[in-house]
């Protein structure tokens, strides 16, 4: 094996395992419960009209990215549903590392089959990093925008990552880039300055039709600088966790899985009729 190579591999390791989402240890074939959310005997009520898609982050699945958020919406009345994509062959548990055009693909396939179950007309959709970009492939380029009323991001790598400057090392390494999309492209698409993302966000951030949230923590060290997370556009609500709670620490893993404050926001965002001041109190609403 060449010099140059022995160096890829441990860079491309490190890559993958600063802009993941790390999910507590998966322990059983990825498949959320049968009860509670992914219900698809749940019909939504009048007061929540649109079953909620949860769409989990780079190396996390439907259930360990969602073990707190999904009963924390269901509770509240919500039909609930979330799903796996991005699987690579030999890779089980772990989702999200496939292409992103691909993994749009999927979501647009299983939206329509939570429409279809639940005879809503829109979804609206909630995120966790890579989770809160990829679905805007969707809403841009496979019809998405007429099928979903709201897209909220939580730490969302909206226009990519530089992962604290260590994606610019990557044209030091001739050859990186190239081994780093053929093992994990979904990795690799999701650097700044990427093919995919360029295509993305081509033109604009958002479509027409669609509310946009984006709920980002400034402590976040996976997707750097935070502020690239956030969108613009007319119909877009940038909303920063420490300026709703300055005591709130949660970096880019504990604020998709953990965070009540950002649950919060995220339920203000789903109904904003209906929206209460989100506080370090909500922590324990």
Not at 246 to 273: C, Q, W, Y
Request: contains cysteine; negative net charge.
């Amino acid at each position: 094996m060449l010099p140059w190579k022995r160096l890829l591999r441990p860079l491309a390791a490190l890559l993958l395992t600063a802009s993941v989402a790390i999910v507590p240890a998966a322990t059983a074939e990825a498949a959320a419960p049968s009860s509670g959310w992914n219900d698809y005997s749940c019909q939504p009520s009048a007061a929540h009209p649109r079953p909620v898609v949860l769409v989990h982050g780079t190396f996390a699945n439907s259930v360990d990215n969602w073990l707190a958020l999904a009963p924390y919406l269901e509770r509240r009345g919500y039909c609930v549903f979330s799903l796996d994509y991005g699987q690579l062959p030999g890779v089980p548990l772990f989702y999200g590392l496939g292409p992103i055009a691909t993994s749009a693909e999927q979501l647009q396939t299983f939206v329509d089959k939570v429409l279809g179950a639940t005879g809503a007309s829109k979804v609206d959709i909630v995120g966790h990093s890579q989770g809160g970009m990829m679905p805007r492939y969707y809403l841009k380029f496979l019809g998405g925008a007429a099928k979903v009323n709201a897209l909220v991001g939580v730490a969302p790598d909206n226009h990519g990552t530089t992962l604290s400057g260590l994606a610019n090392l990557l044209p030091y390494f001739p050859g990186a880039e190239e081994l780093l999309s053929a093992a994990t492209p979904g990795l690799a698409d999701q650097v700044a300055g990427s093919a995919f993302l360029a295509e993305l966000n081509a033109g604009g951030d958002t479509v027409a039709g669609v509310h946009y949230t984006v709920i980002a923590t400034k402590y976040d060290e996976v997707v750097t600088p935070y502020g690239s997370q956030f969108l613009s556009g007319s119909d877009v609500n940038n909303v920063l966790l420490q300026n709703l709670c300055a005591l709130d620490l949660s970096e880019h893993l504990l604020i998709g899985l953990t965070d009540r404050i950002a649950f919060h926001e995220v339920a203000n965002a789903l109904d904003p009729a209906h929206a209460t001041r989100t506080t370090c109190a909500s922590a324990f609403s």
